[in-house]
């Protein structure tokens, strides 16, 4: 392997810069570190022990950073794994993924059970995995443990989470947990849809046929089980300020003015949405489809440009995929049964795409793209100080992507495991042709894709 591997282009997005501009990076293999960056592209004398990269016109971006994916090993490896999971990623221009302490057996609730997490990843990693653990009722006296284990940040639930090893918590569960990590370096995470939040639309539970409409789950999972739970995350918030805080997957756009006071509280609250509140629209979701449904749901048109009005203000932080996938079992297809379903979408490999697509129609730029997928999830995930940017000193993490090349998703495109997306079908802009980790290839469209490069990802 060369020692040295230099990539050169006409559109390199450099941290400083808001286009793309010409540029050459070269990093070290041996520590996968970019040691050096030259603005324009200088004649570089190539030697034996060197290697290059000749971008193009192609854009040249940093790797993403996708802060929110299930792989769901060990335990439920028929519906993601690591190995799967984070081939599908590499082919997506994702070079770092943050695994969800849930659906895996066991959930990442102890320093033993990510333990056994860490194991089961081992040598089969295509791209950088780090974990996030989880709280639960009555693990407090685990989350210091944790933080010395490895684990990113906290994960906890305000409603059913969908599995029983998962359960949700209560507020007094959580002033628990947030007492005792709120002078620790860590962040928690909530699925901002609170239980108690009163009573939801009763149709979902009247007539059978009815099950198969959109409608009767949107009904059933409505914005004020959102709102609801952002009020109380704030309310919890001002008792331990010290606390960074974080909801994942935010959905319903009237929760965002609660965001934005407590932001300008000077509250430390971040909040994420995902790729599919972006891209999809209830009014366009037949009936009959269960794999558009996700929880929180995927709500209407107006809804979706007020998010987009909300990332590109900065009242949302950052953009993740959270993919969900499932068994084509629970999915439920043959019988189209929404309500009876696993709620959730498989994204990995396509997000980059999918908001490069619907963000040109709103006038969003790549460098705007990045600072979502990469830079700021970096930081949330505790690693911005070597991930998401093209800087001297951080990992040679890149994309090489055609930003005008068309395709259309098909099952057949697929790279995670349980070939089910409610993307299939759609023709989108902007096509991942190479994927680098630390220098080294993982990923190469007219090379075979993933075929022949085996897996050299590292556990953070």
Not at 27 to 52: C, F, L, N, V
Not at 202 to 231: G, H, I, M, N, W
């Amino acid at each position: 392997m060369a020692k040295l591997l230099v990539c050169s282009g006409q559109k390199v997005l450099l941290p400083e810069w808001r286009e793309p501009q010409p540029a050459t990076i070269i990093i070290d293999t041996s520590t996968g570190k970019i040691i050096d960056i030259h603005y324009g592209r200088p004649q570089i004398e190539m030697t034996s022990d060197m290697a290059s990269v000749d971008a193009g016109d192609s854009l040249v971006i940093p790797g993403l950073v996708d802060a929110h994916v299930h792989l769901n090993e060990p335990g439920r490896t028929d519906w993601e794994g690591f190995w799967t999971g984070t081939r599908a990623a590499a082919s997506g221009g994702v070079t770092t993924v943050v695994d969800m302490p849930l659906n895996s057996i066991p959930p990442t609730t102890t320093p033993a059970n990510l333990n056994i997490k860490r194991q089961a990843a081992q040598g089969q990693c295509f791209v950088d995995v780090a974990f996030w653990g989880g709280v639960i009722p009555g693990n407090q006296a685990e989350l210091k443990p944790l933080i010395d284990a490895g684990a990113k940040g906290f994960k906890c639930f305000l409603i059913q989470s969908g599995v029983d090893e998962f359960p949700h918590v209560s507020e007094p569960d959580l002033m628990l947990a947030m007492h005792e990590l709120q002078d620790s370096p860590t962040i928690l995470l909530f699925h901002a849809e609170l239980e108690d939040a009163g009573p939801v639309d009763a149709t979902a539970q009247t007539v059978p046929y009815e099950s198969t409409l959109y409608s009767t789950f949107l009904k059933s999972r409505p914005k004020k089980l959102e709102t609801d739970a952002v009020a109380l995350i704030v309310k919890l918030q001002k008792l331990y300020p010290s606390l960074r805080c974080h909801i994942v997957h935010l959905s319903a756009s009237n929760a965002l003015p609660l965001v934005r006071d407590a932001k300008m509280q000077g509250l430390k609250l971040t909040t994420e949405t995902c790729f599919h509140y972006l891209c999809l629209s209830a009014d366009d979701i037949p009936d009959g489809r269960p794999e558009f449904k996700c929880c929180p749901p995927v709500r209407g048109s107006r809804n979706r440009e007020e998010l987009w009005e909300g990332l590109k203000s900065g009242i949302i932080d950052c953009v993740v995929s959270d993919h969900s996938p499932c068994v084509a079992e629970l999915k439920k297809l043959d019988e189209g049964d929404v309500m009876g379903a696993w709620g959730g979408i498989s994204t990995l490999g396509l997000g980059l795409s999918l908001l490069w697509t619907e963000g040109s129609k709103r006038d969003v730029s790549i460098a705007q793209i990045v600072d979502w997928t990469c830079k700021r999830t970096a930081e949330h995930a505790g690693v911005g100080g070597f991930k998401g940017q093209l800087k001297v000193g951080y990992d040679g993490d890149f994309v090489v992507m055609d930003p005008d090349a068309e395709f259309e998703i098909t099952k057949e495109s697929l790279n995670f495991k349980n070939k089910i997306s409610p993307y299939v079908g759609l023709k989108l802009r902007g096509r991942v042709e190479k994927t680098f980790l630390r220098g080294a290839l993982v990923y190469d469209r007219m090379g075979g894709g993933l075929g022949g490069l085996g897996p050299t990802g590292k556990l953070l």
